[in-house]
């Protein structure tokens, strides 16, 4: 390092840190015993940042791997649950405007935070619902699955709540307890791929109402043309499917909540450990310039004082 | 098949809906198996969740139903 550079750089550099020398000194009083006479920019400050990011960082990422793992893990019981109510679309038709007089819309939500926008989107579709199917002798209540949704729902909707079910299920195949309704919207997140979620909401009708629907023809009405094997009725056999169909909606929709739940996380870590790389980066380049320019000023110092003994 | 023609299944006359009988049948179905397979079906049944019913937009004590093998 020449010494003709370093005055240079010490005259580009006089002025501006005169003054901030003074206030770091300030501040370095606060944070740490600082002996009398000796003025240190504190670099103190920065470095607790850097550390602290630097943690986060590590902890989102990790996140991210065990959403990512439980992703896999959750997809094909999903994949394989869609199998289980296609064969009701294909028979009974999927009915989302049938006028009804009592409605009740499941949410389902998750548990567990820190994944991103999903369980807003599923309350925002319920509300809306709520809106639509609200009338003169409409009735509408909710049943929430989900802390989350439960949370959100709480402020503004508290009467219509019936029933809320939180904490995890592995096999919610043993769903007994009945609400009385007529149509039932099951709200939820559908899984298309990693890094989408569609909204979606299914409609299960009771089993009075589809007695109605297949009376008035359609794709209902072709049921007459199935053959009823023993000695029930068509009213029990409508009323037992609608159960199932009832039933494995749900478990279904559950599970793609779930799979969208993960990869939502996953997403939302692996944003948050990007944007935490972003903060180190920077708060790197702040550490350094803060560390160069107490090095500058010593050696001003120095040079100054040297300088002024030779007179 | 029920031989009491057009008359309603026992179970459901009793009260119960179709879900949980064919869950009892599973269940029964499921003890049937033999010892390294029953193991795993019989973890598969299990089920946990927390059901509160709200009345007048307050909810009441919440009842955790954690269903083992026995229903």
Known sequence: MAMAALRREGRRFATPLLSSPIRSSIISHSHEEVANGVRSISTQVVRNRMKSVKNIQKITKAMKMVAASKLRAIQTRTENSRGLWQPFTALLGDAPSVDVKKSVIVTISSDKGLCGGINSTSVKISRVLHKLSSGPEKETKYVILGEKAKAQLLRDSKQDISLSITELQKNPLNYTQNVEFDALKIVFNKFHSVVQFMPTVSTVLSPEIMERESEAGGKLGELDSYEIEGAETKGEVLQNLAEFQFSCILFNGVLENACSEQGARMSAMDSSSRNAGDMLDRLTLTYNRTRQASITTELIEIISGASALEG | ?71
């Open chain 2, 1 to 71: 098949m029920a031989s009491a023609g057009g008359a309603a299944p026992f179970w459901r006359a009793a009260g119960m809906t179709y879900i949980t009988y064919s869950n009892i049948c599973a269940n029964l179905v499921r003890n049937c198996l033999k010892e390294p397979f029953k193991a795993e079906a019989i973890s598969r049944e299990k089920v946990h969740f927390s059901l509160s019913k709200w009345v007048d937009g307050k909810p009441e004590k919440p009842t955790v139903r954690s269903e083992g093998a026995d229903h």
